[in-house]
């Protein structure tokens, strides 16, 4: 089988379908992103209009009260950097 | 045994879908196709057949809208010509590529410009990689009889593939002849509702027609490929089934005049009984030509066209439809590809025939012939009976 195939084409649904509702939360679609926010807690002020911008739905609240981007989701945009009243988020490059 | 009557062929197709249960409809009118979209929503209007009749703003919504029928699981069908095909091209690969089985019938038309309502084959073979198994009648009884196949066929279980059954436009949908109609029950035992594979149904949910992406877009390709060349096999069974059931046999290649001639007329659609009437007329002069009568088309039956060709020296293949700017015509093409490298290839002599609904009579037939065997058709192919001031 093709090393950069995902299945072999006899185990593929009929048509191609997808049959396990909500598996589209499997696909991990932040693996090609080029730059990640990182957020200055001391700058924060947890006004949450990052994750009121966000088009990805992927900053959510921690326990802390701060709003932190998933990295498994997050594709790297940098709206959340630019909406930032207080400039606490920055887009860099990430470390592997 | 069922009644005779004298019917329009289109007329006819219409039973055939009435009394195959279709249930959801969904058509645009377009000439010369019209007759037969228009007597199913009576059917559906009067309540003689029990279905949903979507009348469409186009044809690009009438195949959207059977595709969503097919889904649901629904036994759908829907009919188009030309520039109606045209216009659902891009929706008739998805119909395959989602393997949502349904029957059209495409009333073969020329395709604009200039604008022709008359039949040759460009509509269709415009539209020979769409992954759709595909089919040519030759005359009303085989219109009728094949519609009704079409469905045991695209419902099969190993296909699961839209099916195309090409009948040419106005030659055949709009002459009235004597049909053989079945008893109702006989059609319901040889056709069984259809058992879908799978459905919309909120209580199982699928997502139909996700991303594609390029670790799986191939082998969703070879998925779909592989049905349609399982379908070979279907096709010929349940052509067989109807010959058991009714007693008219239908195969995938089939073979007229001589059976051990040396030159081969190739013929696909109404235009074959010409040709047949024209090789019958060339073997009581004595003449070495019989005919190879192509009625399916996709997937190409390869080993029965080769099986037909054996000692065949010269084919006449009669491509009813341009190539502009290609080798050869497309049917032309197709075997000169299946025949490349083969020891003992027959030379291809390619005609394209009958465009825009020229007629093309016996005596064209004739000539082709002398002129073929004669050696006088040089080149890769001839557009035949062009008026030209070039001799």
Redesign the interface.
């Known amino acids: 089988m ?1 090393k ?7 185990d ?8 396990e ?1 909500g598996s589209a939360a499997k696909l991990k679609t932040g693996d090609w992103r080029s730059l990640a926010p990182k957020l200055d807690v001391e700058k924060c002020i947890k006004c949450s209009l990052c994750m009121i911008y966000c088009p990805e739905f992927c900053i959510a609240e921690d326990q802390e009260g701060f709003f932190r981007s998933d990295l498994d989701y997050c594709k790297g945009c940098g709206i959340c950097a630019n909406e930032c009243p207080k400039e606490a988020i920055t887009m860099g490059v990430e470390e592997k | 045994m069922g009644k005779r009557i004298g019917i329009e062929v289109s007329l006819a197709v219409a039973d055939a879908v009435k009394m195959a249960k279709a249930e959801v409809i969904s058509a645009y009118p377009i000439t010369p196709q019209t007759h037969i979209v228009e007597e199913l929503s009576t059917f559906v209007a009067d309540g003689s057949l029990d279905a949903a009749f979507i009348p469409v703003e186009s044809e690009h919504t009438a195949m959207s809208a059977a595709i969503g029928a097919a889904a649901t699981g629904a036994r759908t069908y829907t009919a188009t010509s030309s520039q109606g095909l045209a216009l659902m091209h891009e929706i008739l690969f998805i119909a395959a590529g989602l393997r949502m089985p349904m029957v059209m019938t495409v009333a073969n038309r020329a395709l604009s410009a200039p604008i022709n309502i008359w039949n040759d084959h460009s509509d269709i073979m415009s539209e020979r990689d769409i992954n759709w198994v595909q089919i040519f009648v030759e005359n009303g009884q085989e219109a009728f009889d094949l519609t009704i196949c079409a469905f045991k066929i695209t419902e099969d279980k190993r296909v699961l593939l839209p099916i195309a059954v090409n009948l040419d436009g106005f030659i055949l949908t709009h002459v009235i002849e004597p049909i053989e109609f079945p008893e109702q029950a006989a059609v319901d035992a040889f056709l069984p509702p259809f058992a879908p594979q799978m459905t919309l149904d909120p209580a199982k949910p699928v997502t139909m027609g996700p991303v594609g992406m390029p670790e799986v877009y191939t082998e969703a390709k070879v998925q779909c490929e592989q049905a349609l060349l399982n379908s070979k096999l279907v096709v010929k069974e349940v052509l067989d089934d109807w010959a058991k059931q009714f007693g008219r046999a239908y195969d995938l290649v089939e073979k007229n005049g001589k059976a051990d001639a040396e030159v081969m007329f190739v013929t696909m659609g109404s235009m074959g009984e010409t040709t047949m009437t024209a090789v019958e007329r060339l073997n009581a002069a004595g003449k070495d030509v019989g005919q190879i009568r192509l009625r399916l088309w996709r997937p190409f039956p390869e080993q029965e066209f080769l099986a037909a060709c054996k000692g065949v020296k010269k084919l006449i293949v009669i491509d009813r439809a341009m190539c502009p700017g290609g080798v050869r015509g497309p049917v032309a093409s197709e075997l000169a590809s299946l025949f490349y490298g083969k020891p003992d290839a027959p030379e291809i002599v390619d005609i394209v025939a009958g465009l825009g609904g020229r007629d093309v009579a016996v005596s064209d037939f004739e000539e082709m012939y002398a002129k073929a065997v004669s050696g006088g058709l040089a080149g890769n192919y001839t557009i035949w009976g062009v008026k030209s001031h070039a001799a």
């Open positions: 093709s950069k195939a995902l299945l072999a084409w006899e593929l649904a009929l048509g191609a379908a997808v049959c509702p």
